[in-house]
């Protein structure tokens, strides 16, 4: 299981791009990656995966270099209802089990 | 948007007493989950469920959990002897198949033991 890190907090004002990154130096090559968002009593929420390169959605895009070794969230023109914790996690094969870290808490302010 | 639904959204009770939780996962999914969150911590997994049985469990869900999925809809979590540390938010997740690792939550159930 390859272990994530990424910054504990961050802050950010609303109208901003926000990135996140998490570095996973023992990536395997089956591993994707994949980032979820939590809010306050609630589920986590899933938001984007890839294996390499860039994926967009309507959400975020995420940004994974050649190596793996590490990948960007990145969140355009955040506004206050994106404040949250981000989780990153790296999973091998579907229908697994996710295991969160302690995530990046997000901070949005006008 | 299909969404998971669980109940009830809290649950207060007595330490020993036995708790069912419940969840209808999205009807067509095929992976069900629970996971824990006690206040201010990490979101824990406790156990997975495929094919009308447990796939992976972990540490946390010892003897006095049990998991199942009684009519095809329904997918429970029952505490036997409910202790005043499983207190904690407890959310149950379903997903689909192939590569995609998209479970979809449940807006879960506070579980207080008092």
């Known amino acids: 299981l390859a272990k994530t890190t990424q910054p504990i907090s961050m802050d950010s004002y609303e109208g901003q791009e926000v990135n996140i990154t998490c570095s996973h130096n023992?990536?395997?090559?089956?591993?994707?990656i994949t980032w979820y968002q939590q809010f306050p009593s609630q589920g986590p929420r899933f938001i984007i995966q890839?294996?390499?390169t860039k994926v967009t959605n309507e959400v975020a895009s995420l940004f994974i270099p050649a190596d793996r070794k590490s990948s960007t969230l990145s969140l355009p023109r955040v506004s206050l209802s994106d404040t949250a914790v981000y989780y990153c996690?790296?999973?091998?094969?579907?229908?697994?089990?996710?295991?969160f870290g302690t995530g990046t808490q997000l901070k949005v302010e006008l | 948007e299909p969404e998971v639904t669980q109940t009830p959204s809290h649950q207060v009770t007595q330490m020993g007493q036995e708790v069912i939780l419940r969840c209808v996962p999205i009807?067509?999914?095929?992976?069900f989950y629970w996971y824990r969150q006690i206040l201010g911590q990490k979101v824990e997994f406790l156990v997975s469920f495929y094919n009308n049985e447990i796939s992976e469990k972990s540490e946390i869900f010892d003897d006095q959990f049990s998991v199942e999925r009684p009519d095809g809809s329904n997918f429970t979590l029952k505490i036997r002897s409910t202790k005043l540390e499983d207190s904690a938010m407890y959310f149950c997740?379903?997903?689909?198949?192939?590569?995609?690792?998209?479970?979809?939550f449940g807006p879960g159930t506070r579980l207080t033991v008092t």
């Open positions: 023992n990536i395997a090559t089956n591993d994707y």
């Open positions: 997740a379903s997903s689909g198949t192939g590569i995609s690792y998209e479970q979809y």
């Open positions: 890839g294996y390499k």
């Open positions: 009807s067509n999914h095929l992976y």
């Open positions: 996690l790296v999973l091998t094969g579907g229908g697994n089990k996710l295991t």
